[in-house]
């Protein structure tokens, strides 16, 4: 069963606009939500985070909003860069737990 | 620098012969995962320990073990590939188990099955 879903599999916008990447989940029981970055050939690192008691967390360019109602949360990126292009994967826990389950991931480019 | 090191980052098996996927970390993280992510799928958690403490995922298959002989290192064995179990393999440390704490993941072991 996929509890995180990624329902875009790629994304292109041009330099200097907002990249909108988004993700919904169905398990209720999340309540703390992570945003990773993979680059070709490396491994995922950590973005931005968010716990279910905010609806939003910004870090400096990014931004991760939080509607709990809709099981539904999105990165923002403003302005993106050439070198925000990447895969994103979206995951989900429990805050009492170690699982993590991430959605299959939106493959961003920034064109120039 | 700390990091998480994954050997080999190609390994080639044939179907049906005993593989072993290594993972080591400089960060003394306490947690170390295993996921095995499919092309263009979600990376799928396969097991972690916490510490000593081995937690199986219900749905991995047998197939799949693991060791963690001490706090750095961390092995994936298959005993019996299938070309189903072709797939990158991420191993992953985080700090602690209680809370969602980042994890750190390393480059990844691509597994080809012949």
């Known amino acids: 069963d996929q509890q995180v879903k990624q329902n875009s599999p790629s994304l292109s916008v041009q330099e200097g606009r907002i990249s909108i990447l988004n993700c919904d989940y169905t398990?209720?029981?999340?309540?703390?939500f992570l945003w990773y970055k993979k680059y070709p050939a490396e491994g995922p690192t950590f973005l931005i985070s968010i716990s279910s008691i905010k609806d939003k967390n910004e870090d400096g360019r990014f931004t991760v909003f939080l509607n709990k109602s809709a099981k539904h949360l999105s990165l923002h990126i403003v302005p993106s860069q050439p070198g925000d292009s990447a895969v994103y994967f979206c995951?989900?826990?429990?805050?009492?737990?170690?699982?993590?389950?991430f959605g299959a991931g939106t493959r961003l480019t920034v064109k120039p | 620098d700390a990091m998480v090191i994954q050997n080999p980052r190609y390994q080639v098996t044939q179907f049906g012969k005993p593989v072993t996927l290594s993972c080591s970390q400089t960060?003394?993280?306490?947690?170390m995962y295993w996921y095995q992510q499919k092309s263009s799928q979600a990376p799928k958690l396969l097991f972690h320990?916490?510490?000593?403490?081995?937690?199986n995922e219900a749905d991995t298959p047998d197939n799949f073990q693991s060791r963690r002989p001490n706090t750095s290192f961390c092995f994936l064995d298959i005993r019996s590939p299938g070309l189903g179990d072709a797939a990158m393999y991420l191993c992953a440390t985080s700090r602690v188990a209680e809370v969602p704490n980042e994890q750190f993941f390393g480059p990844g072991t691509r597994l080809t099955v012949l």
């Open positions: 320990y916490y510490d000593k403490d081995f937690n």
């Open positions: 398990n209720s029981m999340f309540d703390y």
């Open positions: 960060l003394n993280h306490n947690v």
């Open positions: 995951a989900a826990s429990r805050y009492n737990n170690n699982d993590m389950r």
